[in-house]
C-alpha cells in the first residue's frame, strides 16, 4: 500500500503506530470531531483513532464498549 495521496507531511499526530513498531508520529489525513484519520509512515496502515477529547466519553471506557447496544 503506498502513502495516501491526501498525506500532508507537514501534518503529523505525535502517536506511537498500533500495528508496528513506529514510535515517531504518524501521518495525519484528516480529523472529525475527537476522531482523527491516520497513517503510519512505517507499514502504512490508515485508521482512525478516538483521541478519547469528546463530551461524555470518558466515563464509558471502564464500563465496555463506547457505543451501548441498542435493545430492539
Ligand atoms: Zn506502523
Partial sequence: MA?????????????????CSH???LYLLDS???MVHVQ??????????DTGN???RRSRDADGPPWPAQSA
Fill in 3 to 19: 502513502l495516501d495521496p491526501s498525506v500532508n507531511i507537514g501534518r503529523k499526530a505525535w502517536l506511537p503506530c498500533s500495528h
Fill in 23 to 25: 514510535r515517531d508520529g
Fill in 32 to 34: 472529525d470531531a475527537n
Fill in 40 to 49: 503510519c509512515p512505517q507499514c502504512h496502515k490508515v485508521w482512525w483513532i
Fill in 54 to 56: 469528546g463530551v461524555g
